[in-house]
């Protein structure tokens, strides 16, 4: 490998050596493309036409009231799919089809990594399998239908607690025997290099967009930025944007969930310890046998037992700062949005507006904060309706 892909101490490639010349390959190609003409002119179509970028940088002036301070959000929302995701599975399938291969696998816990992946499958023209854990399978009917439904074949996942770490694991195994013709699109910004490196640079698209408009809209930076942390994706694209503006605060915001004290939340960074975890050293969550935990959120999409590299190497060297929101706050929070804006969030975001509420009565009424809304909440409404029945 050409570089140690190292944040600090975390990162690296903790796999089976079987695995290294695909990750070699990998790594190659993607320093070849990534700035290549062509490769950047036809992502960049693809982002404006197909993704609907650049998203708007929105203030919120209802909900600002709220919180006694101005609020801005970075609306990955209104992006085709309803989330951020389309960034990257754009961004690698694209990748994927430059270095002529001819297949797609994915791994996914809710689904939406996975239909995201079977869109760009769909759009490419790739055959597309998805591996998810059989838990997850019946949990998430509906984006297993959507899948099958953009022609992918989703392979539920036996192994473990049929969850996201057991369907990642198998999809790490069958790459092994197929790295010929299969390229293995990863979902967050984890795993071993190159992906945390590849999936950041993908998803810049956010933090240099928020950057820019921040400029022209408020003609200054913002204050704080802050996006939530599953294995921190949108929050390294947003953070990205400001990493040498110094001045900006940098917030990721994890899922406390109900069980901090069980050890069934996902607030990796807020609770973890160190060890590997899909290939790559990284803060994780594990039980005193040393087994990683399966995590347990409210939100489907914070629930990852691990969280990527760099995110570890920011929390140590004090650049970002990262917090934990419980469910009940995260509910308010999307009560909040909703009856103030008229947008419902999805329960991933949520988690950074908690911290937002969090802050009122802490920031000046001039202070800017920038929120990443990194999807939407259609796909959660039965699960707030199930905690919070609406009045009438
Ligand atoms: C998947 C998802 C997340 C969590 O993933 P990251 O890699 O941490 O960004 C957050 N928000 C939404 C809407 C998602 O779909």
Redesign the pocket.
């Known amino acids: 490998m050409k570089y140690k892909g190292r944040f600090g101490d975390y990162g690296g490639f903790y796999v089976p050596e079987v695995l290294i010349p695909a990750l070699e390959e990998l790594e190659e190609a993607f320093y070849r493309f990534h700035e290549d003409e062509g490769f950047v002119a036809e992502l960049a179509q693809l982002f404006r036409d197909y993704a609907g970028r650049p998203s708007p940088l929105y203030h919120a002036k209802r909900f600002s009231e709220h919180v006694g301070f101005k609020v801005y959000l970075k609306r ?2 209104l992006l085709h799919g ?4 389309v960034n990257n599975t754009l961004g690698q399938g694209l990748l994927a089809r430059h270095m002529g291969k001819t297949r797609l696998i994915a791994e996914t816990g ?1 689904g ?2 996975g239909l995201a992946t079977a869109m760009i499958g769909a759009l490419f023209g790739m055959q597309t399998k998805i591996f998810m854990g059989v838990t997850d399978v019946e949990r998430q009917s509906v984006n297993v239908h959507k899948m099958r439904l953009c022609g992918a074949e989703v392979i539920g996942v036996e192994g473990g607690t049929g969850t996201l770490k057991d369907a990642i694991n198998d999809a790490l195994r069958y790459w092994t025997a197929h790295v010929g013709d299969t390229f293995y699109l990863f ?4 795993g071993p290099h190159p992906y945390p490196v590849i ?1 950041k640079h993908f ?1 810049s698209c956010i933090g240099t967009e928020a950057r820019r408009q921040c400029l022209d809209q408020i003609g200054r930076l913002p204050d704080m930025v802050v ?11 947003i953070f990205s944007g400001f990493m040498d503006d110094r001045d900006v605060r940098l917030v990721g915001v994890e899922a406390g969930g109900e069980g901090l004290s069980t050890g069934r939340h996902a607030a990796t960074l807020v609770a973890g310890q160190v060890g590997i975890l899909h290939g790559a050293k990284v803060y994780l969550l594990q039980d005193e046998h040393g087994q990683v935990c399966d995590t347990e959120s409210i ?1 489907a ?2 629930d ?1 037992p691990g ?2 590299p760099e995110h570890c190497w920011l929390k140590d060297t004090g650049r970002a700062e990262y917090a934990a929101a419980d469910d009940e706050d995260v509910l308010d929070a999307f009560e909040l949005l909703t009856r103030t804006e008229g947008i419902l969030p ?1 329960l ?2 949520s988690h950074a507006l908690a911290y937002i509420c969090s802050l009122k009565g802490k920031l000046g009424p001039e202070q800017v904060v920038v929120v990443n809304l ?3 909440g259609d796909k959660d409404v039965s699960i707030v309706e199930s905690h919070r029945p609406v009045q009438q």
């Open positions: 990955e929302d309803g989330a951020h995701k809710a939406q990594h979902g967050t910004a984890g999936v998803q996006a939530c942390v599953g294995g921190g994706s949108n929050a390294i694209g939100s999409g914070l990852y969280v990527g999805a991933e975001s990194s999807g939407r």
